[in-house]
C-alpha cells in the first residue's frame, strides 16, 4: 500500500458524460501528479499540482482539468467523454519539488466509456 | 525531447537472473526510475538512481547505469514466479518539472 489513494475504483458512462475522478495523497506530500495509462498511448503525464498550484502541464486534453485543494486532495474532471478516453488514470504523490524524488502511485481509477 | 524505450518482453526461469534493459535520452538532471506492475495493479516504485550514479543495489536488485550511452538495466537475482509482471523505466528531469517520461514497458515472464 503506497499510501495514495483514488476512487473510484472503476467509472462506466456513457459518451459526452462529465467524470470527475478523485486522490488523496500520502501524508505530507504536497505535490499530486496524474497519469493516464490506455493501451495504445501508454503511460503519459497528464497534470501536476503543488500546494494547490498548478506546476506542469503534459498531454492533457482541454476537456480535462484538475485541482488540488487546501486539504491536498486533488480532483481530475474529464467532459465530454470519448470512446478513446477510456483508460485507467492514475494519480503519484511525492514531497515536492527539490526535498524528494520519488513518486508514489495510487491504485488508479479505470475509466470505461461506452 | 524525452524518450525512454525498453524492449517488450523477457523470459526467463525461475532461479536466473533477469536483465531489463532501458535507453533514455534526455541528461539534465535526471532522476531514473523503476516501477512494477501486476495485473490489475497500480506501479509499485522499486528503486531509483540519479544520473551521477553508476550503480545501485537494494537486495535483489540492482541497478546500472553507462551514462555515455544513456542506457540503464534492471538486474533480478534469483527471479521467482512472484516477479513476473510489467517492469517500466521512467525519467523525470528538472526541465520537465520531475513528472515522470514511461517506456512503454516490459514484461516479464518467469517459467517455473
Known amino acids: 500500500d503506497s499510501g495514495v489513494t483514488q476512487t473510484p475504483k472503476h467509472l462506466i458512462t456513457a459518451t459526452g458524460q462529465r467524470v470527475t475522478l478523485r486522490c488523496s495523497p500520502r501524508?505530507?506530500?504536497?505535490?499530486v501528479y496524474w497519469y493516464q495509462q490506455s493501451l495504445d498511448q501508454g503511460l503519459q503525464f497528464l497534470i501536476q499540482?503543488?500546494?494547490?498550484?498548478?506546476?506542469a502541464k503534459g498531454n492533457i486534453l482541454e476537456r480535462f482539468s484538475a485541482q488540488q485543494f487546501p486539504d491536498l486532495h486533488s480532483e481530475l474532471n474529464l467532459s465530454s467523454l470519448e470512446l478513446g478516453d477510456s483508460a485507467l488514470y492514475f494519480c503519484?504523490?511525492?514531497?515536492?519539488?527539490?526535498?524528494?524524488?520519488?513518486?508514489?502511485f495510487g491504485p488508479g481509477t479505470r475509466l470505461t466509456v461506452t | 525531447g524525452e524518450d525512454v524505450e525498453q524492449s517488450l518482453f523477457l523470459s526467463v526461469r525461475e532461479g536466473d537472473s533477469s536483465v531489463i534493459n532501458c535507453t533514455y535520452t534526455?541528461?539534465?538532471?535526471?532522476?531514473l526510475y523503476w516501477y512494477k506492475q501486476e495485473p490489475g495493479a497500480g506501479l509499485q516504485l522499486l528503486t531509483y538512481?540519479?544520473?551521477?550514479?553508476d550503480m545501485k543495489q537494494d537486495q535483489r536488485l540492482t541497478v546500472l547505469l553507462n551514462k555515455k550511452d544513456k542506457h540503464l538495466s534492471l538486474r533480478i537475482a534469483d527471479t521467482q514466479t512472484g516477479d513476473s509482471a510489467i517492469y517500466f523505466c521512467?525519467?523525470?528531469?528538472?526541465?520537465?518539472?520531475?513528472?515522470?517520461?514511461f517506456g512503454s514497458g516490459t514484461r516479464l515472464q518467469v517459467q517455473p
Open positions: 538512481i540519479f544520473s551521477n550514479m
Open positions: 501524508s505530507g506530500d504536497l505535490s
Open positions: 503519484a504523490s511525492s514531497v515536492g519539488p527539490g526535498q524528494s524524488y520519488e513518486q508514489y
Open positions: 499540482y503543488y500546494n494547490g498550484e498548478e506546476r
Open positions: 521512467a525519467e523525470s528531469t528538472e526541465t520537465g518539472r520531475r513528472a515522470l517520461t
Open positions: 534526455d541528461s539534465s538532471s535526471t532522476y
